[in-house]
Nanobody, 116 residues
Framework: QVQLVESGGGLVQAGGSLRLSCAAS????????MGWYRQAPGKQREMVAA???????NYADSVKGRFTISKDNAKNTVYLQMNSLKPEDTAVYSC??????????WGQGTRVTVSS
């Protein structure tokens, strides 16, 4: 089973930037898709960004133009560059991988706090 480990979360002021990383224990080149969800306190989990094996990318409307998802197959890592952060971006961010053979795998999550 593939393990996903997120890093890069923390506390940042509004307008600042963070880069989240999601390192996989196996080769991500064959994964159907990878991406990020987030869940803020008292709110439902929402998709933030996703990148498919084909390279196709999707973003939530709330982060378009501010967040960028990318992947490095050689490092088996997916990144989420977050710029112009807002207090409403405060949440636990979790990485996922859609793997055709084993289903969806999730990381433990990393907390992002944006202060106003």
């Amino acid at each position: 089973q593939v393990q996903l480990v997120e890093s890069g979360g923390g506390l940042v002021q509004a307008g600042g930037s963070l880069r989240l990383s999601c390192a996989a224990s196996g080769s991500i080149a064959s994964f159907y898709a990878m991406g990020w969800y987030r869940q803020a306190p008292g709110k439902q989990r929402e998709m933030v960004a996703a990148i498919a094996r084909t390279g196709n990318i999707n973003y939530a409307d709330s982060v378009k133009g501010r967040f960028t998802i990318s992947k490095d197959n050689a490092k088996n890592t997916v990144y989420l560059q977050m710029n112009s952060l807002k207090p409403e971006d405060t949440a636990v961010y979790s990485c996922y991988a859609h793997i055709l053979s084993t289903g969806t795998q999730w990381g433990q999550g990393t907390r992002v706090t944006v202060s106003s």
